[in-house]
């Protein structure tokens, strides 16, 4: 009995220390793991910051100067303030910035080409009260890191790909997709498409569900289920097709593609307005055929904006197309 016992013990222990060694390995891989990781990354620190305290990022990229500015998270381009920006694209910028690590530091050699010139992709950004310039060079071709310099430093660098990446954008690739009318198909109460015809109007009402119109009269109503469905305003009692107000609504809340804050429609072909009525007010978006797409303005809204041909050809849609078919 005591040598089963004494077995036992012994079988404990070597799981136990089994086990320690494991974790310890598991330990050891992920330390070198990290290092590894932080290696392909830079250990040359050049520019660290806390996200907070950056105020302008400002980035030349072929030829095109787009600064940046942010206050309370939202971010707007000094050259047109107007211009709605992507702030996925501006917060990975300053991610890139915050913690912008070398893999080496090297002596540029004379009569060598790193790929520096007018053109170069420069970026600029002021964190804390401090200052830095940042001009990335041509890729080098054994390690595929890419060249830099920093202002004031006579020392060249070289950082990975990825950190230069996120900064050539041109202001089209920096514009990000929104509604411009600050539609949602939830708020919108009513809609009066002006399409060619006569125009007409959609309107939704509260009505009792299909399962409670045979409820005795005399019940008390605030048992009544109610629900929201569509009705033509001049032909409330005809049944709407749901699919296509459904469609509808989602057109008149989808996002814009581009966006021109100094744009002209005024030679473009008109094709519909749709005057749409929320909680907040009416807004009316007009939308255009232009020679090279299909284009969308909002009123008291100055900029001109890019829309596909689906959200046209959906507001376009015939009044007889919204009934139901009998």
């Known amino acids: 009995m005591k040598t089963k016992q004494r077995t036992l013990i012994v079988l404990l222990v070597l799981v136990f220390l089994a086990g320690g060694a494991f974790a310890a390995l598991t330990a050891k ?10 290696a392909a990354e830079g250990t040359i620190p050049l520019s660290s910051f806390a996200a907070g305290d950056l105020t302008e990022l400002a980035v030349t990229y072929n030829g095109e100067t787009n600064t940046l500015t942010v206050a309370d998270g939202s971010w707007t381009l000094a050259e047109d303030p107007a211009y709605h920006l992507d702030a996925t694209a501006c917060n990975t910028m300053v991610t890139a910035l915050s913690a912008l690590n070398a893999k080496r530091q090297l002596t540029e050699e004379p009569g060598e080409n790193y790929g520096f010139t007018d053109e170069s992709l420069t970026v600029t950004v002021t964190a804390a009260g401090e200052t830095n310039t940042f001009t990335f060079g041509a890729e080098n071709a054994a390690t595929g890191d890419i060249y830099l310099k920093k202002a004031g430093d006579d020392a060249l660098y070289t950082v990975a790909a990825s950190k230069a990446a996120c900064f ?8 990000g997709a929104f509604n411009p009318a600050g539609l949602t198909r939830s708020a919108i109460e009513s809609v009066t498409l002006a399409c060619g015809d006569e125009p007409f109007t959609l309107t939704a009402v509260s009505e009792a569900a299909e399962s409670d119109r045979s409820v005795d009269s005399k019940s008390d109503s605030d048992s009544t289920a109610y629900t929201t469905v569509w009705r033509l305003a001049d032909a409330p009692d005809a049944e709407l097709d749901e699919t296509q107000v459904s469609s509808l609504l989602s057109a008149l809340s989808s996002y814009v593609t581009a966006q021109d804050p100094h744009g002209d429609a005024s030679g ?43 959200t046209v050809q959906t507001v376009c849609t015939a009044k007889d197309r919204y009934k139901a078919a009998s």
Not at 168 to 175: H, I, M, N
Not at 269 to 287: F, I, M, P
């Open 29 to 38: 891989n992920e330390q070198a793991a990290q290092a590894e990781s932080a």
């Open 168 to 175: 050539a954008l041109s202001r089209t690739e920096l514009f």
């Open 268 to 310: 473009m072909k008109q094709l519909a307005a749709a005057t749409v009525r929320t909680a907040d007010g009416e807004r009316t978006l007009t939308y255009y055929e232009g020679t090279d797409g299909y284009y969308l303005t909002v009123s008291g809204d100055a900029s001109l904006y890019t829309v596909d041909a689906a």
